[in-house]
């Protein structure tokens, strides 16, 4: 099945940084989805993005399909940021999607 | 307002109970998902539904059981709990019209002990 592959597990920060996280998938996607799991375990979409770039406030993201890769950009953070980003890909678009494991991020104040 | 409602939040039994995990949206959602999280780790597909009278296995579906009679409704059943069930299930939905994008559950934090 496909691989997802996200880097770096952890990352920590001081409130005001920017920081880029990055998605790596091993085959053509259709569907492409970043989340946000805060630390009471609520999941958030971000972006639905299997292709070029979104923007929304502080956070914006870039898939670049033909490369099978993904970005997710977090500007100034904030220590509400923290918690777990997960990348979320499936072969078509309306199929079910296998996530990736996650990058931890800890934003100090 | 529009959303998805999973019952119950927390939920702590006895091994070799029969239970069912309840899972609701008010979205008009065709596509609904379960997941199964152990904490800090990675969402595992365990079922999923395309819409009514149609189900799917997913990677980690063994032992557990869905039904989707009406589109709105998801339920999840253990026919018998193991202690290697506990675990965090979430659900979720998607609709095919509306761009594909996932709403998910505030999930249901199971323990079997």
């Known amino acids: 099945g496909i691989q997802v592959e996200q880097s770096p597990p952890d990352l920590i920060l001081q409130e005001g940084a920017n920081s880029t996280l990055r998605c790596n998938f091993s085959d053509s996607v259709n569907n492409l989805q970043w989340f946000h799991q805060n630390p009471w375990g609520q999941l958030i979409n971000l972006f639905y993005i299997p292709s070029g770039t979104k923007q929304n406030g502080r956070l914006s993201a870039t898939t670049v399909a033909t490369e099978r890769y993904s970005l997710l950009y977090i500007s100034s953070s904030q220590t509400t940021d923290s918690g777990v980003y997960f990348c979320a890909v499936a072969l078509q678009a309306g199929t079910a999607l296998i996530f990736g494991k996650g990058t931890t991020l800890s934003v100090s104040s | 307002e529009a959303d998805i409602y999973q019952t119950p939040r927390y939920l702590v039994i006895g091994t070799g109970k029969k239970i069912t995990l309840e899972c609701s949206q008010t979205m008009g959602h065709d596509k609904m998902y379960w997941y199964q999280q152990d904490p800090g780790m990675e969402l595992h597909l365990i079922h999923y539904s395309y819409g009514v009278n149609s189900t799917e296995k997913g990677d980690l579906s063994s032992e557990s059981t869905v039904s989707r009679i009406r589109t709105e409704h998801f339920p999840l059943t253990l026919e018998s709990a193991r202690p290697s069930h506990t675990s965090q299930y979430l659900c979720?939905?998607?609709?095919?019209?509306?761009?594909?994008?996932?709403?998910f559950g505030s999930g249901t934090r199971l323990t079997v002990v």
């Open positions: 979720a939905s998607s609709n095919t019209r509306g761009g594909y994008g996932y709403t």
